[in-house]
C-alpha cells in the first residue's frame, strides 16, 4: 500500500519541463492583435456606459427620480470597475503567471 502512494507522489512531483515561449506557433502575432483590438474595443464601450451612467444619475437627482438616481451611481461604479480591470488585465495576468511560476 505505501508503494502505490510512494509512486504516486514521485509521479505527482515529476516536471514537464513546459513553460511559456514566445514565437512558438504561427500566427502569434495577430493574436496579440486581436486582443488588443478586444481590449480597446472594451475600454471604448467603458467609455460610453460611463457617460450614460452618468447621465442618468444627473437626470435622476435633478427630477427626484430615486430609483433613476441609484441605478446611475450603480452603472458609474459598475464602468470605473470595467475600466480598472480592462486596464488592469495584462498586470494581473503578468502577475499570476509570474506566481505560477514559482510554485515547485
Known sequence: MSVLLADRVIQLAYDPGISPKGGGLPGLSVLKNVVNSINMFGIIAVVGALAVSLGVWAWGHHTGGHQAEANGKK??????????GLGAANGIVTFFSGLGSQVH
Open 75 to 84: 452603472g458609474a461604479v459598475i464602468a470605473a470597475g470595467a475600466a480598472l
